[in-house]
């Protein structure tokens, strides 16, 4: 009895310095995100995901959960993520700080289970706790915890720790139920963002080191491996293990292609040749910025085929270089080998060699990739200080003034995300101009109610791309705001020649064409929006509105009535079908 509350005491001392190592990282993260508070929506996706989005905004209910099981919205299926912004929405209201709350908190939550995989996988406090602070407050992260919409990385990468974590648990204990856990995990990361379908590949360089679980392998302790020797098997019985991950990933693979193939995700103007070469490319960029994060973005336009093949080359060299040196050190620095295929293995589903969307690359593609980067470079600096004592102290200090200067770069970087305006005014001045950045900097600017910036902005952009439809159809609501609807019906009549099927632009038109004069074009047009998309209640509001004019009352209630069905949650729509149906009872009621 005795011995073993001596043991239970000895356990809870050497825990002691964990527990306090985790509240400081927990600390250390919330402060360098403070001003995530001050944070707005943004109109990038947020309009999408969460303040015009009537199944998000009116919280968890069964017919929301439904639909959050089966909708491809956003060409994507991660039936989490929109359950968890339900579930803020439930709790904290439609206002933005008590998402931007849950995504802070996510984060915090992941620098701890990260901290703690590293340590149950190595064996090492201070590494992995250098690791992990990191992690925490490296600026190229703030796109995934600042960005609402984004809340699907850090839920994404929660899931995915669950499952490194649980799979540890299982190489420890043997315990099938841990390694039931860990493929549940998987599933839960991959319906909130299918971006961890590399992790078997990550579970079996995991297993080699730091795990030591492959026969004829050396385990290394003094380089971080885990205190307790462990199982050894062939490599055919690691591979056969991960068969169920990698089961779950070629399903999630196949549903995202589907789903993003029909939201008209995927770009396929590019050739082959284009997207090797951006890859390369990227791979480079995302290492630069690892170590130098200045200039970051929420968009960087894609170069498509004017791209610098010397700079091409230049990252191709660096890749190439660090490669060998990784081969090189294969046996006597195994980290090497797993920070470094870490970052590359885990980069390969958003690397471009399948494009999705315009961008060339995106800081939130690093969020669990940069992990690799992190324990490379942290596991190389202890050895370092294992060698050359003196170094302990130096290298401490280069640890601290990195982590001070990464939360300060954090700091600034958050205040970019502070509105649309702040947002794209610096994509802007990162790109040096180019039109995607314009077009949704003037779109702020018309939000916010500063027209003339807008105008600017649009007027800077049709410079760049005058028969881009996105550009014509913002332009058209602009005019259409303005009221010069007469102007604004050229740009929604060129959309409709690029897409036939844009029901925005249709029922944009038959507004304008309304506001105009032109009744019969108007009505023709709305009907149109309105059987292309059923779902969208300003059609049936605006058609209302139009029979209201013609004396015709009960077609325009019945109008309404369609309208207020398809958004139960819009005000305006309710109070003029209130409006309406009164109007007619009073003249109903007159003898």
Known sequence: MQARQCERDERTGRDQPTVWIALILAAFTVTAYWGVWTCGFVNFDDQIYVYENPRVTTGLSLANIQWALTTGECANWHPLTWLS????????????????????????????????????????????????????????HVESVAWISERKDVLSMFFGLLALGTYGAFVRTDRVRWYVGSIVSLGCSLMAKPMLVTLPCLLLLLDVWPLGRLKGVAQQSSEGSTEQPTAQFS????????????????????????VQRAGGALSLHLTLSDRLANAVLAYGWYL???????????????????????????????????????????????????????????????????????????????????????????????????????????????????????????????????????LWANALRVSGGDARSRTQLAQSYQRAGEREQARMHYQEAFKLIPLEPHLNLNYGLFLVQEDQFATAIPHFQLVLKRDPHDSRAMGFLGFALWRSGDLDQAEAWLRNAMAQDPAWSRPYYWFGQMRLEQKRNAEAVEFLRKAVQADPMWGLARKELARVEQLRRDNTDQP
């Open 85 to 140: 912004l339900m579930l803020d929405a439930t709790l904290f209201g439609p206002g933005p700080m008590g998402f931007h709350a849950s995504n802070l908190g996510w984060h915090v939550v992941n620098v701890l289970l990260l901290f703690g995989v590293l340590k149950q996988f190595t064996g090492q406090v201070w590494r992995s706790a250098c690791v992990a602070a990191l992690f925490a407050v490296h600026p190229v």
């Open 235 to 258: 490599a055919s019985r690691l591979i056969l293990e991960k068969l169920p991950f990698v089961v779950l990933t070629i399903i999630s693979c196949v549903v995202t292609l589907q």
């Open 288 to 422: 630069k910025m690892l170590f130098v994060p200045k200039d970051l973005s929420v968009f960087y336009p894609h170069p498509t085929s004017q791209l610098s093949w010397s700079a091409v080359a230049a990252s191709a060299a660096v890749l190439t270089v660090i490669t060998a040196l990784t081969v090189a050190l294969w046996k006597r620095a195994p980290f090497v080998r797993t920070g470094w295929f870490w970052f590359l293995g885990m980069l390969v589903p958003v690397i471009g060699l399948i494009q999705i969307g315009a961008q060339q690359r995106a800081d939130r593609y690093l969020y669990l990739p940069g992990v690799g980067i992190y324990l490379l470079v942290v596991w190389c600096g202890a050895l370092a200080v294992d060698r050359i004592a003196p170094l302990r102290r130096v290298m401490t200090f280069l640890m601290v003034v990195t982590l001070a200067w990464l939360a300060i770069r954090t700091q600034l970087q958050t205040r970019v995300w502070r509105n649309s305006v702040t």
